[in-house]
């Protein structure tokens, strides 16, 4: 067994990954993993923070620079959880908000880049590796958004929505290999990404709360603890989904 291996409840290796790990939710995700005795990498585009985030974690936590936009990159990550992970959680992702005939085609290609075609590049790479490995796990985190639709969000909506059909074709593809692909889709979450698409509009943020049927903003622990359930044994026989957690905007 490798170095970093580790071994628990999910199969023969337990290790996860979790880009966007130094996030909001990712990092919220990669605490739950780690509180579950799991080796977790967390990979994300700033070295620095990536490593002070991982520490916060302790020793069950690895730090790896992630830049989806460049192959190498994506490469480079592979190989270093090649055989140590069977579970990737695909939280990275990017946002501009723009009416859509003021929006530019450069943010365009940028979203779809890092929200689709890069988890894409990603999981194809780590994909014979997680067939070989016991009961593996793919989640990905798209938006409720690109489920309800968003004002100012239809770039990034189209590039979130991409893994819909994306996970439930590869769900069916790879079923019998016993790994399971699931999306989760949060709604307004509060954190970082939130805080900066609203800086300055604290009406636009009080309008947003009024119409959440729960009447707040989620929690990055609430979309990450659904992301570690279906990262669990529990979760085996659940796949091909989408699963909101947007304080009912999107009801099933």
């Known amino acids: 067994m490798g170095q970093g ?20 939710i ?3 995700v990669a605490r739950r993993l780690v509180a579950a005795g799991r080796r977790v ?36 990550v592979a190989r270093a959880v090649e055989g140590r992970i069977s579970t ?17 085609i450069a943010d365009w290609d940028h979203m779809f880049q890092v929200n689709l075609r890069g988890p894409m590049q990603l999981t194809r790479q780590l994909l014979r ?13 798209a938006s409720d958004g690109a489920r309800a639709g ?10 979130k929505s991409g893994l819909f059909g994306f996970a439930k074709s590869l769900a069916r593809e790879i079923a019998r290999h016993e790994v399971t692909v699931n999306v989760v ?3 307004p979450i509060s954190g970082a ?6 800086a300055g509009h604290g009406n636009v943020l009080r309008a947003l709360e009024q119409a959440i049927p729960l009447k707040r903003l989620g929690q990055p622990d609430e979309v990450a603890a659904l992301i570690a359930w279906l990262a669990s044994p529990e979760a085996g026989y659940l796949t091909g989904q989408l699963i909101s957690v947007s304080g009912g905007i999107t009801m099933n």
């Open 26 to 28: 990712g990092h919220a």
């Open 185 to 187: 889709c949060p709604g």
């Open 129 to 141: 590796g997680l067939q070989a490995a016991d009961a593996a796990r793919i989640v990905f985190v």
């Open 41 to 76: 990498w967390l990979a994300d585009l700033d070295p620095g923070h990536t490593r002070d985030r991982a520490a916060e974690l302790g020793p069950g936590a690895v730090a790896l620079e992630l830049d989806l936009t460049r192959d190498e990159s994506i490469a480079s």
């Open 193 to 198: 990404m939130v805080a900066a698409t609203m």
């Open 88 to 104: 990737v959680v695909h939280c990275a992702g990017v946002a501009v908000v723009d009416p859509f005939l003021e929006s530019r």
């Open 150 to 159: 968003a004002s100012g969000e239809t770039a990034y909506a189209a590039s």
């Open 5 to 24: 291996e580790a071994v628990g409840e999910v199969g023969r290796v337990s290790g996860a990954l979790v880009t966007g790990g130094a996030g909001d």
